[in-house]
């Protein structure tokens, strides 16, 4: 996972570049190529996980002679933060921390605690999320909470105990996870989303009794379709069920109606239950981009910055964060980059056959870049 798209050390800086500190102005807002705004950021605080689900880090590649990343090569918090803090000021208002398991990253807290003193140029707070597999969710919920988390996004792809510990294939149960999420909710962590992952014939016989079980609760469901993410996962379009194949199947049963986005942007089509017990949430990555509105940037683990789930390299920030570079370098590396960008790998491929989507150059893996 080494080597820059573009050295950042050859960037040049721009002269308009949005500087560290004051609100930036409408006119000065950063947007790419395709005037889509960097409105939220990821960050990958480990590469390694507790899991070895079969979409993600199957246990044939992923063994026990996988070299991970060296401790060393890992942001430290405080990098962590310095990045965070300079994207803020250019227009993030959303942080959610990934991986890997992130709940695995030792004093994850502290890193929440950094997180939660920023502010928007407007003054506001950043909005601060997790993505967890929720395994170790009921012992540290409280600690979480406490740090200034705000909620969390919990992926369970079964409530059936056999198809879960299938797909996480580290024989991990249900139950603990639903103990995680009980945890979760009690401490305030809300609202609370599950992540579903379908894989055709792994645990798509289970979609309905994932929405009848989570109706009616403080938990909204959202399926997500299995994505070609890295090289990895062995995916084949075959193993994809479309989301209107999951809303058919529920709205059969439990009836459905749309509704408004909660805000330009947002990755999953939202329906409701027309008894009015609740929503779920459909992210249909596969067979409907949404690559024209995607404000969204990653950074892994080791400080590179990606400006797409589909990249094949990043641009290494780390470089900068530790030659002595100031803020405001780091401020324009990042301008530039963003800037500069034209991803809609997506958008591209949606037209083409599942063959074609699959192959082609090496692409980076979720557990490396975050979902
Ligand atoms: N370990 C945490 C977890 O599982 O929630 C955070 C990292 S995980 C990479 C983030 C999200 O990506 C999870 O909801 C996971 O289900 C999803 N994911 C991983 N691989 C995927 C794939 N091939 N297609 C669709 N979603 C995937
Ligand atoms: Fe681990 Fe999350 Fe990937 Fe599953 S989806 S292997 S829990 S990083
Ligand atoms: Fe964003 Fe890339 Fe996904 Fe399109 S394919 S939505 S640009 S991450």
Same mark, same amino acid.
């Given at each position: 996972m080494s080597g820059a798209l573009i050295p950042v050390h050859s960037i040049e800086p721009l002269a308009d570049a949005v500087p560290v500190g004051p609100a930036p102005t409408w006119e000065a807002r950063l947007v790419d190529t &395709?005037? %889509?705004?960097?409105?939220d950021l990821r960050l990958s605080?480990?590469?390694?996980?507790?899991?070895?689900c079969v979409y993600c880090m199957p246990k044939e590649v992923f063994g026990k002679d996988f070299a991970f990343?060296?401790?060393?090569e890992m942001l430290s918090f405080e990098e962590m933060t310095r990045l965070a803090r300079i994207s803020v000021a250019h227009g993030v208002e959303k942080i959610r921390l990934t991986g890997?398991?992130? &709940?695995? %990253?030792?004093?994850?807290e502290e890193l929440i605690a950094m997180l939660a003193e920023l502010r928007t140029p407007a003054g506001r707070p950043v909005d601060i999320a997790l993505t967890t597999n929720g395994s170790a969710l009921a012992m540290k919920a409280q600690a979480l909470k406490d740090a200034g988390l705000k909620r969390v996004t919990v992926s369970l792809d079964s409530l059936d105990d056999t198809t879960f510990r299938a797909m996480n294939d580290v024989n991990f149960p249900v139950a603990r996870i639903l103990a995680g999420l009980d945890a979760a909710h009690a401490v305030g962590l809300g609202p609370i989303k599950i992540n579903m992952v379908v894989k055709r014939g792994q645990n798509d016989h289970d979609i309905v009794n994932m929405a009848r079980h989570f109706k009616g609760t403080p938990y909204i469901l959202r399926f997500i379709e299995f994505m070609d993410v890295g090289t990895s996962n062995g995916w084949n379009m075959n193993a994809v069920l479309p989301s209107s194949e999951v809303l058919g199947r529920i709205h059969a049963e439990l009836p459905l109606e749309e509704v408004a986005p909660n805000y330009t942007g947002e990755t999953s089509r939202r329906w409701r239950y027309v008894d009015g017990e609740g929503e779920i949430g459909l992210?249909?990555?596969?067979?409907?981009?949404?690559?024209?509105t995607c404000s969204r940037a990653r950074v892994s683990t080791d400080g590179k910055l990606f400006t797409c789930l589909f990249a094949s390299e990043g641009h290494d920030l780390r470089a900068l964060l530790r030659d002595g570079s100031t803020d405001e370098q780091l401020s324009d590396a990042m301008a530039s980059i963003w800037r500069r960008r034209t991803d809609q790998a997506s958008a591209l491929r949606s037209a083409q056959t599942g063959a074609v989507r699959s192959s082609g150059a090496k692409k980076i893996e979720m557990s490396y870049i975050g979902g």
């Open positions: &395709l005037n %889509r705004p960097l409105h605080v480990t590469d390694r996980c507790n899991f070895r990343m060296p401790r060393d890997g398991e992130p &709940l695995l %990253r030792k004093g994850l992210i249909s990555s596969v067979t409907q981009s949404f690559c024209h």
